[in-house]
């Protein structure tokens, strides 16, 4: 699993951890707010009950709606029950209410005989969930009948009453999840995006300036061999030609080192490919120099094919380079020898040359970025201390090795071990 991946992994169960922290704190939540309520609940049932003791105006009214005593009144029996049911919900309302109670509620009064003697305008159907507390009256109106009296509460529904009263922290948990998610997922658009230009941008460069080499460096050859050869009159015109194309190389080149900071995971591919031809276009190219500058270039290939994972684009590059160092460092005999063999299952690919050489100390650093050997004449010899830095990536990236061999002033060897496939 790439890192990327795990990330979004590790991503996925943070929110879902998240998620079912929320939704334990939730029910918890939701429990507390029962057992407050339950609390409440045992204080105003305290004072109801302490408010129904005694006869007084309520006490009285609802007397006389159990007794059916007509006679005290001239109102109708209808009349008197509607009364007391107004008075019995204000007096349950305002004990509810004092005591943090805003649920909604319905009441009935009955007797251990099921007789009903009152029941509020609003009772709950049978679908609703209903919570009880039937409050058994003491003192008066018991007494009254001879009888147990039992007033019962009714509250519908009391979980949304709860989640009413927990909204003030459900709601806004539940906002700021889905904007650390909404967040994230732009950041990773944005992320993903900008990736991709970069590898974009990185592909436009390594094939522009590959394209921008082979030509530069022929009008080189070209020009240089028109200033051996050439007229008098053209000398001039020809200097300018060399001076702009080392202009030209040396901007290429800084380019090719803009492409190689940007340098990102997956720039290599690792494509099943045949490294022969890759190795038979870069010896065609450089016999083709030897020929025009007149210097010694062997080559040996042994076997029909060579079958790794990689990528031909960076390979020929990185193989170019060494060649094009045992070049420019050959001092005054420029004597090269390519070669490429299999041995067990590696490749191995070297670049021998008779040139300058390097010593043993500098051999350590001259895979480091930016590092020049600065000694004696090399000054001469232009660069930028990148290209051996490019050639070990390229060659760690197909799992590959690279050694060097060197004798001050008898010349270097160059091998590279890639794994077959
Ligand atoms: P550049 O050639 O641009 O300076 P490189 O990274 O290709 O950068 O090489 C680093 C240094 O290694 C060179 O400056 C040179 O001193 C030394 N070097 C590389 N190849 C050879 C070689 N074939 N013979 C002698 N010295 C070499």
Do not use: C
């Not at 929320?22 to 057992?35: D, K």
């Not at 016999?287 to 062997?298: I, M, V, Y």
């Not at 090399?378 to 051996?388: C, E, R, S, Y």
């Not at 990536?393 to 060097?404: A, D, P, Q």
């Amino acid at each position: 699993m790439g890192k990327r991946h795990l990330y979004i992994v590790l991503f996925i169960i943070a929110i879902l951890g998240l998620s079912f922290i929320q939704y334990q704190y939730f029910r918890i939540g939701l429990n507390l707010a029962g057992v407050q309520f339950n609390q409440k609940m045992g204080e105003a049932v305290k004072e109801i009950k302490q408010g129904l003791y005694q006869r007084n105006d309520l006490t009285y009214l609802v007397g006389t709606v159990m007794a059916e005593n007509e006679a005290n009144f001239l109102l109708s029996m209808d009349s008197v029950q509607d009364a007391t049911n107004y008075f019995m919900d204000e007096f349950l309302k305002q004990k509810l209410l004092q005591n943090g109670v805003k649920a909604e509620y319905s009441y009935s009064l009955y007797d251990q005989d099921s007789t009903h003697f009152l029941t509020s305008e609003e009772s709950f159907s049978k679908k609703d969930k209903i919570l009880s507390y039937p409050v058994a009256l003491d003192g008066y109106l018991p007494g009254l009948i001879n009888k147990r009296v039992t007033l019962e509460l009714q509250f519908k529904n009391v979980n949304r009453y709860f989640l009413s009263q927990l909204n003030g922290l459900t709601i806004p948990s539940i906002i700021f999840l889905i904007v650390i998610i909404v967040v994230i997922l732009w950041v990773y658009r944005a992320f993903y995006l900008q990736n991709n230009l970069i590898v974009t941008t990185n592909e436009f460069i390594n094939n522009l300036t590959h394209e921008l080499k082979t030509p530069v460096f022929s009008i080189g050859v070209a020009s240089k061999i028109l200033e051996e050869k050439g007229h008098k009159d053209t000398k001039e015109l020809v200097g300018i030609i060399r001076a702009q194309v080392e202009k030209l190389k040396t901007q290429i080149e800084k380019v090719l080192e803009l492409g190689n900071i940007e340098e990102r995971k997956g720039f290599v591919k690792h494509i099943e490919l045949d490294v022969k031809p890759i190795l038979d276009h870069v010896v065609q190219s450089f016999e083709q120099q030897a020929r025009l500058n007149e210097f010694s270039f062997e080559s040996d290939i042994q076997g029909d094919s060579f079958l790794i994972l990689g990528d031909a684009y960076h390979l020929e590059n990185a193989i170019s380079s060494l060649i094009e160092n045992a070049i420019k460092y050959s001092g005054d005999q420029t004597d090269i020898v390519f070669s490429a063999f299999k041995k067990g299952d590696k490749l191995l690919i070297s670049v021998v040359d008779k040139g300058i050489g390097i010593n043993q100390e500098d051999i350590k650093k001259i895979f480091e970025k930016y590092y020049r050997v600065v000694d004696g004449d090399l000054h001469n010899v232009k660069g930028h201390g990148l290209g051996l830095h490019y050639v070990k990536r390229i060659v760690h990236l197909h799992k590959g090795k690279i050694k060097v061999e060197s004798k001050i002033g008898l010349g270097s060897t160059f091998t590279v071990i890639l794994p077959l496939k």
